[in-house]
Nanobody
Framework: VQLQASGGGLVQPGGSLRLSCQAS????????MGWFRQAPGKDREFVAG????????VYADSVKGRFTISRTRAASTVYLNLDSLKPEDTAIYYC????????????????WGQGTQVTVSS
């Protein structure tokens, strides 16, 4: 299974980006999907997760109200809308397919995508 992430880039503070990630086959259609990020010198951290049918979402406190996760089940694609970006959001963002139907900070990830760089700077 391959996860192809895209949409990262350089943006000014207060700006927006949209990340997307598609699984190579329908592996993710019955699984939770999510996003993590890793800033330089820091551990990878959970950002947002969405259940298999999109009915349940969960966010890290640091991004709640600014980021929105969504998905298309048929295409096994997950999106992350990043709004009101701050310099501290600068990181490599990784998409993930969970081992179960749900997603969260502590649940097991089955597959990782390659990262996409998000840089927030003026």
């Amino acid at each position: 299974v391959q996860l192809q992430a895209s949409g990262g880039g350089l943006v000014q503070p207060g700006g927006s980006l949209r990340l997307s990630c598609q699984a190579s086959k329908r592996t993710g259609s019955n699984n939770g999907m999510g996003w993590f990020r890793q800033a330089p010198g820091k551990d990878r951290e959970f950002v947002a997760g969405i259940s298999w049918n999109g009915g349940s979402t969960v966010y890290a406190d640091s991004v709640k109200g600014r980021f929105t996760i969504s998905r298309t089940r048929a295409a096994s694609t997950v999106y992350l809308n990043l709004d009101s970006l701050k310099p501290e959001d600068t990181a490599i963002y990784y998409c993930a397919v969970y081992a179960s139907s749900f997603a969260g900070a502590t649940q097991r990830v089955a597959y990782w995508g390659q990262g996409t760089q998000v840089t927030v700077s003026s």
